[in-house]
């Protein structure tokens, strides 16, 4: 019968607990008489390091008699005795479906039951398939393996894929996060979503002069200002901020500024002399093109932009190139009229509005000053006979006058 006792033992030696549970060899092993050994007993073979179980009902295998390697490493439900190419099993211990591969128990991809997802260097999986990810704790990223060797994964991620602005402009951030360690992070403003290559991103120069970033340079996660000025232009635009690590990982960061509505306003009303015959009105706008309108007997001298005639075709008049599709532009128009011979002033308007939408419109009065008043007679003397009669004097005069 059994040996008991009321109390554990405590051994702190560097032998087997019981000789059964520790073989030299292979061969020490499988002489081991079969009497002597209880089913499914497990041992640890020095000669190979691996971990055989007892089964008294396993076939006698010429090198490990019926002791067989234990392909389960976390433990788990019974390993199938002499499993076939295929055949699989589920580990408990580990939750993995096994595979018997003919040689060992693997997972679905082919790596090793126990291999671990995480930990440190030294922990780092072994025989495992090309591609498999592990997250190393000591260094804080994940990797591959490549066949030959653990490379790391290199992620650069953006908070936005997009940042839209107003015409008016202003400051708005994002957040760039990465782990890539000592890697410095260049940010690049281009005008085209593009790949840069190394050198170009060292640059780290702004193509789009109206949009700006605190910083070019970084490392790690950051966070990045961006600042734009304000626009005149009718249409948005746009441009591309390039994220990338010296790695060569890279990402995009698209910014949008809206167009400003269309408008039309006046730099001022000239006052002009009475002897002038000529005025010059200017204009800002943004429209596409534009219908001008001349009040009071005036007439349309020239009308230009940057010095160059517009040209005008029914009453419309349309700037080559569409200056207003990207920014403001001063239409500048000379207007002809008369000296002003009267003494009250004279006021002529100018007006300039969208060809579309007419409550787009701004108008400038000239204002032309009263000529002096004037009065005179022809002759200047009458004579008469000293019969007397008649004769007549031409009165020439711009203001009312009276004889006495």
Known sequence: ?????????????????????????????????????DEGHSSYCLEDGKRYTFKSSNSVDPTT???RVENNPGGGVEVPSNPQPGQTYFDTKVNKLGIWNGNAWVDSMGNPLDSKRQGTTEERPQGVQVGYIYYNTEEEFFEAWNGNAWVPITYLVTSVNQITFSSDGGDMPFEVFSNAKGTVIYF??????????????????????WAHLDKKTGTGNGTVQVTVDAYLGRNARNTAIQVATNGGVSKSV?????GKAIYI???????VGAEATTATVKFKTNVEKFKLGIGNSGTVGSVKINNVDVPEAGGIYTPAGDPGASG???????????????IQNKQYTVKVS????????????????????????????????????????????NDSWTIS
């Open 1 to 37: 019968m059994a040996v008991q006792y009321i109390d554990n033992l405590s051994y702190k030696g560097k032998k087997p607990n019981f000789e059964r549970d520790q073989f030299k060899t292979l061969a020490e092993m499988k002489a081991f008489s079969e009497a002597d050994i």
């Open 65 to 67: 008699g019926r002791w």
């Open 188 to 209: 690049f403003i281009t005008s085209k979503k593009k790949q840069m290559d190394r050198e170009k991103l060292r640059e780290a120069r702004a193509i789009a002069g």
């Open 254 to 258: 698209s910014v949008v500024q809206s």
């Open 265 to 271: 306003t006046k730099e001022s009303d000239p006052n």
């Open 328 to 342: 403001e532009y001063i239409v500048t128009v000379v207007v002809n009229f008369a000296a002003n011979g009267s």
């Open 354 to 397: 969208d060809s579309v939408n007419a409550e787009v419109s701004a108008t400038a009065t000239i204002t032309q000053s009263a000529a002096d008043s004037n009065l005179t007679v022809s002759p200047g003397q009458l004579t008469f006979e000293a019969t007397g009669g008649s004769k007549t004097i031409t009165i020439t005069s």
